[in-house]
């Protein structure tokens, strides 16, 4: 759906990006960076900044690949930052050697290709968890009581409609690694989750509107949903006690990027503390700048779902690319969607 | 020399469409159908190296250590065939009548109901669809409704249903299946209906023998029509259905970008494609019967 969306905008856009002095083009996920920081570079350097988006990695990879060219700066996840290190794709542009790195957590550098952030910057990270209406549901402390809600309560849940995101869930709750490449785990993972399929009512993104109309009464989902719950205090998040993953994006520079310099600059602006903490506010996300953890709005600094106190940073787990045993989740996921 | 001069005209007009449709259409088949036997590349793309197993998933001649073969993909194939045929049946059922009574309208009304039949094409499928969800869901404009009129007490289960898929299918394909009906039936010569009653013809025999042939092409241009997008949409399934039941075009689309194999994905977009084909062939066969019996 959103991939639909993303890939007719990115299709339309495409053509505009034009190489030209003065010029920055971005492609970003959807709502993944806060327009205030592209507001202020522009007032700042007077460079024109235009921003496309995708909602996948694969959707990215799979149009840079087919040679898409104009895009300067891409914000892949980990595991694609290494596909793409691997592909050749990326520039090599020295951001560590740039004044304001200091301000970046080594423990961020998750990229195996590039573990000393020479290529891309850390941009953003945060949990996979369940939003639940507390009214509802009662406590929820982890995917047991999750999967329990509609036998319980009579209220309904969704997963993600991400086969990685669902059979990490299987994985987690069978004791196995969220990376796992052996057959037998992964179909005990299947296994699990078929057995809790009948509890799902539908395998999607849209659940915000769904759990604000009270239609849902839990939802897994990224952090970053607290954007739609301010004002509800009844609509809660956890990280999920038997496990949850963790999403980390990266800021990186294309080899094909025709404007290498602005791009260069708009990197090292997002190195200031100032500039990252507003993304933080308004995307709930981890920041990978050290000194912006302390200049965010006081609710999300408190907040131990956004900002992670160290012990929840070491029981999450960060998806690494599989390489060919991917086609052992995919069929993992067919049979997962096909089951009745 | 005339003769001469009139087929450089005819060449000058054909030209466009026949390069359009050898760059747009002939060029991506042929790359689909190449891809289809080629090693799928670890990080999507190709291998130039020649692949037959990409069929043999389907079919089931997998080596079953690379590739093992499913029949989860025949049945995913036959279950969106189904759904697409049930999606032309009650739109058939749907539109006839109608194209009947608009048919007899007078000229502006009738012209008014046609412009409401094109309306959907102005907005977007996918807002249309979330429109939907919001109508279905148990605490949407159509339970409260029902509620509010105490003919139901429950909301009763809608959205993601496959009872919500087919809802979905038949609303975006109505129009496609509308507009040729009508064309068929407002062209019905009326003075062989009239000549058949007065003959001393039922209605029944009337609408079988005289009515129904006339209309055949209508009901067969209308069904191909809708047919061919229905087996492939994968986008009411994953919004109306919530991604439960995987049709083919989900899974097409999951081959290009999820799991990066895009030979696999166009090995099953080969087999739909044949599968219509026939479907093709055999409406033409009968569209021509049917035009020689009339």
Redesign the interface.
């Given at each position: 759906?959103r991939?639909?969306?993303g890939l007719a905008l990115g299709l339309a856009l495409l053509g505009t990006a034009a190489d030209a002095e003065g010029k920055l083009a971005l492609y970003n996920w959807g709502d993944y960076i806060n327009p205030l920081i592209l507001k202020k570079f522009s007032d700042e350097t007077g460079i024109e900044v235009s921003l496309d988006t995708y909602s996948?990695n694969?959707?990215m990879?799979?149009k840079i690949?087919a040679g898409a060219t104009g895009y300067d700066i891409i914000f892949p996840s980990v595991h694609m930052h290494d596909?793409m290190m691997?592909?050749g794709l990326l520039e090599k542009t020295d951001i560590n050697q740039s004044p304001g790195f200091e301000n970046i957590d080594p423990a961020t550098f998750r990229s195996q290709e590039d573990p000393k952030s020479e290529y891309c910057l850390p941009y953003a990270f945060g949990t996979v968890g369940i939003f639940y209406n507390e009214d509802i549901t009662g406590p929820i402390t982890g995917w047991a009581d999750f999967f329990n809600i509609p036998e319980k309560t009579g209220a309904k849940i969704?997963l993600l409609?991400?086969?990685?995101e669902v059979m990490a869930i299987g994985l987690f709750m069978t004791g196995h690694s969220i990376n796992s490449t052996d057959p037998e785990e992964i179909q005990e993972a299947t296994d699990y989750i078929l057995s809790k399929?009948p509890a799902?009512?539908?395998?999607?993104y849209?659940s915000p509107?769904?759990l604000l109309?009270?239609?849902i009464a839990a939802a897994h989902f990224f952090v970053g949903g607290h954007v739609y719950y301010v004002d509800k205090p009844n609509i809660k998040y956890v990280i999920p006690k038997e496990g949850a993953t963790l999403y980390q994006e990266d800021m990186c520079m294309l080899k094909t990027a025709p404007d290498k310099a602005e791009a260069k600059r708009f990197m090292e602006f997002y190195l200031r503390p100032e500039i990252a903490a507003l993304n933080v506010d308004q995307q709930f996300n981890g920041s990978a700048n050290v000194p912006a953890r302390e200049l965010v709005a006081d609710y999300i600094r408190n907040d131990p779902t956004i900002t992670l106190p160290p012990e929840t940073l070491k029981r999450v787990q960060t998806f690494v690319d599989l390489?060919?045993a991917?086609?052992l989740y995919?069929?993992a996921?067919?049979?997962i969607?096909?089951a009745? | 020399m005339a003769l001469r001069r009139d087929s450089v005209v005819l060449g000058v007009l054909l030209a466009p469409v026949t390069i359009f449709l050898g760059v747009f259409f002939l060029v991506p088949l042929l790359i689909i159908a190449v891809f289809s036997f080629l090693t799928p590349g670890l990080y999507g793309g190709v291998e130039w190296s020649f692949y037959h197993w990409n069929y043999g998933r389907i079919f089931g001649w997998a080596d079953g250590i690379e590739e093992i073969y499913e029949p989860v993909y025949l049945q995913i194939l036959f279950r969106s065939l189904a759904f697409g045929v049930l999606t032309v049946a009650l739109c058939l059922v749907l539109c006839y009548p109608v194209a009947f009574w608009v048919a007899r309208l007078p000229e502006r009304a009738r012209l008014f109901f046609l412009f409401l039949v094109a309306l959907p094409f102005f907005s977007s499928l996918i807002v249309r669809l979330y429109a939907w969800l919001l109508i279905l869901k148990p605490s949407g404009v159509l339970n409260e409704t029902l509620i509010a009129l105490h003919i139901i007490r429950e909301p009763i289960e809608l959205l993601y249903t496959p009872a919500a898929v087919v809802l979905g299918m038949v609303y975006v394909m109505v129009p496609f299946m509308f507009l040729p009906l009508y064309a068929a039936i407002d062209n019905l010569d009326r003075s062989l209906v009239e000549a058949s009653m007065d003959l001393g013809a039922n209605r029944r025999q009337t609408f079988l023998k005289v009515i129904l042939p006339q209309t055949i092409p209508g009901i067969i241009g209308g069904s191909v029509i809708v047919f061919i997008p229905s087996v492939g949409n994968f986008v009411v399934p994953d919004v109306l259905g919530g991604a439960k039941g995987l049709m083919v075009g989900n899974l097409v689309e999951q081959q290009f970008l999820s799991a990066r194999n895009w030979p696999f994905g166009s090995a099953l977009s080969m087999l739909i494609m044949s599968v219509v084909l026939a479907v093709l062939l055999l409406a033409t066969a009968r569209a021509r019967k049917a035009g020689g019996q009339a």
């Open positions: 759906m991939k639909a969306i996948s694969e959707e990879l799979a690949q596909i691997k592909l969704t409609d991400d086969m990685r399929k799902v009512s539908a395998f999607t849209e509107t769904l109309s009270n239609d390489g060919k991917l086609k995919d069929r996921w067919n049979t969607r096909t009745q | -």
